[in-house]
């Protein structure tokens, strides 16, 4: 998955966001959803809706998904929202968290501890080119400019949901473990057509150049149980060409 360098920073800079696109927040619930299982008091994050290959996906994933997308889609219902969030997002990572179990913890551990470095007082980019297995570790981990659509969901919600300067907590894409600094903004026309500069760390679930087309594969063969009844609507009958047990 190697690229050569390309011969100036900007054309680095969309280099790096095409290989991690290509390859590697606290809003209210929305009240259709919220009303789909268990009682009032119930913690969201307790609340299991789906299996995908054993591994859970909460209501707390499912509300924070939805609430972000509702901040720059318009025009769509909060139960559209939550079908595209399970199916482009949700199951994709549930289904590589479930391939790559055992990695997993020693995966985060690596990143909480270079993120726990940054935070620390040590440079985001000294950390990022000595730790992160993204191409963009190269520029210190800095992705240039990007709109919100260019990037995988978690990652551009993380990244437009901070401060500017502030560090996220680590999160998983099906690309591995990140964690990442938003270091500027451009106010678009609109909320869809504003852009984020962050840089980030990525340990990934595969570095082989087959990773990237076996994502898919991995994607189309996990096996989708729904938890909740109240959530099954939701849920696309062949999530990305898988298997659904209701």
């Known amino acids: 998955m190697s690229h050569p360098s390309p011969p100036d920073r900007r054309e680095v800079s969309v280099a790096a966001r095409l290989v991690l696109a290509s390859c590697i927040a606290s809003a209210a619930a929305p009240g259709a959803l919220a009303a789909g299982g268990g009682g009032a008091g119930e913690d969201p994050e307790g609340h299991v809706i789906l299996r995908v290959d054993g591994e859970e996906v909460t209501k707390a994933d499912l509300d924070a998904s939805v609430a972000y997308r509702k901040t ?32 997993l913890p020693e995966m985060r551990k690596k990143v909480e501890e270079m993120r726990a470095r940054v935070l620390a007082g040590e440079a985001f980019e000294n950390v990022a080119r000595a730790g992160s297995e993204c191409p963009s570790s190269a520029q210190g981990g800095d992705l240039g400019f990007f709109p919100r659509t260019q990037m995988v969901p978690p990652f551009a919600r993380h990244a437009f949901t901070l401060r500017k300067g502030e560090v996220s907590e680590t999160f998983v894409t099906v690309f591995g473990v990140h964690f990442l600094t938003v270091t500027d903004y451009k106010k678009g026309p609109t909320a869809g057509a504003d852009e984020a500069r962050a840089s980030h760390v990525l340990v990934m679930f595969d570095k082989s150049p087959q990773f990237r087309n076996q994502l898919q594969a991995i994607q189309q063969g996990a096996k989708v149980e729904v938890v909740d009844a109240a959530y099954a609507d939701l849920v696309p009958a062949k999530p990305a060409g898988g298997k659904n047990k209701n």
């Open 72 to 103: 720059y889609v318009a025009g769509r219902s909060d139960a559209d929202l939550a079908r595209a969030a399970i199916e482009d997002e949700l199951i994709p990572i549930a289904a590589l968290k479930a391939k790559f179990k055992d990695r």
